[in-house]
């Protein structure tokens, strides 16, 4: 289902004056919000990552074409995603921008209706992973409220979720299994969650924990 106009934005980025204007004009008729630009320099010189949408990209352009870009933005960490229109990219082309990523890659001349079933496929898998990211924002900004100790005991219950056993966590890092209870108790209420479970689950989509101290894990012999 489309979302409501202005809540997502489509990025239309194509060199053919012709097949932008008509490209931003119909998906503007079927309620989208749509930016166009001539080329890939004019859209990175003016795109917001705040803006929530999809890229859709041509893949042969002068200067920097559409692969080059994707290629630039996945380095810098940008992860709109990216929807491949074409009239000249082949078989390795689209295989390159799927596996680097792309949600579809269209050969020109295509069915408007598959452009948009790919656009809100994206605008989805956009909103998904913005609010991914806010919530591993939220969790780092809990976890950074964690005495050090705390910060000890959940990262060792993280880096090893078979042995969170009070009596275990206490034997590795030499305290009491009552002050391991202590502390785990304060981790879930300060973090916000019910269980050891939720706070490994966290840890799968929030690489940060492993990284936030430095504590040495090695299990003792």
Do not use: W
């Not at 980025?13 to 890939?40: E, M, N």
């Not at 933005?73 to 709109?80: D, G, K, V």
């Amino acid at each position: 289902m489309m979302l409501p106009e202005g809540q997502s934005t489509v990025f239309l980025v194509d060199d053919d004056d012709r097949i932008r204007t008509s490209l931003a004009r119909a998906l503007g008729k079927r309620g989208y919000d749509v930016k166009s630009y001539f080329s890939a320099e004019a859209f990175l010189d003016a795109y917001d990552v705040t803006q929530p949408g999809c890229l859709v990209l041509d893949y042969g352009m002068p200067g920097l074409n559409g692969l080059e870009l994707q290629k630039h933005l996945a380095e810098t960490e940008f992860s709109i995603p990216i929807i491949f229109i074409s009239g000249q990219g082949g078989v390795p082309e689209s295989v390159q921008a799927m596996k680097a990523g792309a949600v579809d890659f269209l050969e020109k001349p295509f069915r408007q209706s598959d452009l948009v079933a790919c656009i809100d496929t994206a605008f989805s898998t956009d909103l998904e992973t913005r609010s991914a990211e806010k919530n591993v924002k939220t969790a780092r900004t809990k976890f950074e409220k964690l005495t050090a100790r705390e910060k000890e005991v959940a990262l060792f219950m993280i880096a090893h979720p078979s042995t969170t056993s009070s009596k275990e966590v206490g034997r590795q890092l030499n305290i009491s299994p009552r002050t391991v209870d202590h502390h785990r108790a304060r981790i879930l209420e300060k973090m916000s969650i019910g269980s050891v479970a939720e706070l490994i689950d966290l840890s799968g989509s929030a690489a940060f924990l492993q990284s936030a101290v430095s504590v040495d894990f090695d299990l003792q012999s």
